[in-house]
């Protein structure tokens, strides 16, 4: 089953789409071609057979001589074919090189771009903790802003992580399968973000925790899961509560995240899945994301070959619900 599993993977690769549409092309061309050809034919073996119309066996000579033409054009057609195949994969190649060499060079870049940044980042986040750790003789007015650098160093640093993954993202890499149970996927999110919970007095609650076991890659499903508690944490009003819940049904595992949130407008509740777009969606702190959270679990759950969606209402909260295929 794994070779049939990752063919049908691959059938939405560009690649594959791009020979599959060069090759419609050329298929149509070579039927167009052998009509037209067989069209001539038949007008030459048909104004040879006229004056003779009154002879069955010339008539029967020349039918016989078009369904000769027939088959050599079939059999010209099974071999273009092959041919057609070659050509279309070649012209997808030549096609898709410079833009694969583009995503290389960007994708290099990304990575070298991303050490240089959490070098200088890892120098803050250490003096800032050493001189917070040390803080006795330091004013509090000292403190908020080691606190304040200390916390966007951390929100770089978050940056930085998703901006890697998104340039592995757009080079199509693959996901690293393994059987994963959701709900510890879950777990280990919530006890990782539990003190940026605390921080804000924010309840974040399992309220139902059964086994979910899919097919997929856990590094990728808790970035996916770590984004959305995330999101509802930062969304949230201190002193509330945030709702995750896991279960799985059937040939289905599902999990939702739901705060009593700011909430989303009606109009951006497919946006907000976009790239880059940032709703008019200010956090209790007066914070708002840089935009690559959601788009980056959208994508993590359709390439776990599911979706995810929310419901939200403005000032009432939002609930975002993932839909994975499950092992059964």
């Not at 049939?4 to 594959?16: K, M």
Request: aromatic residues 4%.
């Amino acid at each position: 089953m794994k070779p049939v599993r990752l063919a049908l993977e691959n059938v939405g690769s560009p690649r594959l789409r791009l020979t599959l549409a060069y090759a419609g092309i050329l298929v149509l061309l070579l039927i167009a071609f052998s009509v037209v050809v067989f069209a001539l034919l038949s007008m030459l073996v048909w104004q040879d057979v006229e004056p003779f119309r009154d002879d069955p066996s010339i008539v029967a000579a020349g039918q016989r001589m078009l369904e000769s033409y027939a088959w050599r054009l079939a059999i010209a057609n099974v071999g273009g074919l092959v041919l057609v195949a070659g050509a279309a994969f070649l012209l997808a190649k030549v096609t898709l090189r410079p833009l694969e060499q583009a995503i290389a060079l960007q994708q290099q870049f990304t990575n070298d771009a991303s050490h240089d940044l959490r070098t200088p980042l890892a120098v803050i986040r250490t003096e800032t903790s050493a001189a917070l750790d040390g803080g006795k003789s330091l004013s509090p007015d000292s403190v908020e802003r080691l606190g304040i650098i200390d916390e966007q160093a951390k929100r770089m640093e978050r940056l930085i992580d998703q901006l890697l993954t998104l340039s592995h993202v757009d080079a199509d890499s693959a996901l690293n399968r393994e059987p994963a149970d959701l709900s510890t996927v879950v777990s280990g999110v919530v006890r990782d973000l539990k003190p940026l919970a605390l921080a804000k007095q924010i309840d974040v609650h399992v309220e139902r925790s059964e086994s979910a076991v899919i097919l997929g890659d856990e590094l990728k499903l808790s970035q996916m899961v770590g984004n959305l508690v995330d999101n509802a944490i930062k969304y949230s009003p201190d002193r509330s509560a945030v709702r995750v819940a896991v279960w799985q049904n059937r040939d289905a595992a599902f999990l939702t995240v739901a705060d009593n949130g700011i909430g989303i407008p009606a109009a951006e509740t497919e946006r907000i899945f976009l790239r880059f777009h940032r709703a008019d969606r200010t956090g209790p702190n007066g914070r708002s994301g840089h935009g690559l959270g959601l788009p980056l679990c959208r994508w993590i759950a359709r390439a776990h070959g599911g979706e995810v969606t929310v419901e939200s209402r403005e000032g009432a909260g939002s609930t975002f619900t993932v839909r994975l295929p499950a092992i059964v």
